[in-house]
Nanobody, 125 residues
Framework: QLQLVESGGGLVQPGGSLRLSCTAS????????IGWFRQAPGKEREGVSC????????KYVDSVKGRFTLSRDNAKNMVYLQMNSLKFDDTGVYYC??????????????????WGQGTQVTVSS
């Protein structure tokens, strides 16, 4: 069964940090670009960041630039989203998604082939 699994979510105070991880079951991530999306209650899902399969290219939504860093370790079949200086608005369910191919897909949900079940991130004092 092909699936993505996210981990690392939790409760953190404003200004704190979390590192989310994404791994794959049933396939290797090295052939896929990886994107991260989030959805807050009552809001539309938005693309947060993506990374090409070689890690040569990354993209971030403006609201997280300078605070989030996306990286990958293909040898470990892992992708990491380091989130620093977290804000209340970063609260939501975070999903990773895999898109086959060498390029950097748009940060659009439908541009990806597999999606995880999500991990909750709550920023609260």
């Amino acid at each position: 069964q092909l699936q993505l699994v996210e981990s690392g979510g939790g409760l953190v105070q404003p200004g704190g940090s979390l590192r989310l991880s994404c791994t794959a079951s049933g396939f290797t991530l090295e052939n896929y670009a990886i994107g991260w999306f989030r959805q807050a209650p009552g809001k539309e899902r938005e693309g947060v960041s993506c990374i090409s399969r070689s890690a040569g290219s990354t993209k971030y939504v403006d609201s997280v630039k300078g605070r989030f860093t996306l990286s990958r370790d293909n040898a470990k079949n892992m992708v990491y989203l380091q989130m620093n200086s977290l804000k209340f608005d970063d609260t939501g369910v975070y999903y990773c998604a895999a898109g086959y191919g060498p390029g950097l897909p748009p940060l659009e949900w439908d541009e990806y082939d597999f999606w995880g079940q999500g991990t909750q991130v709550t920023v609260s004092s």
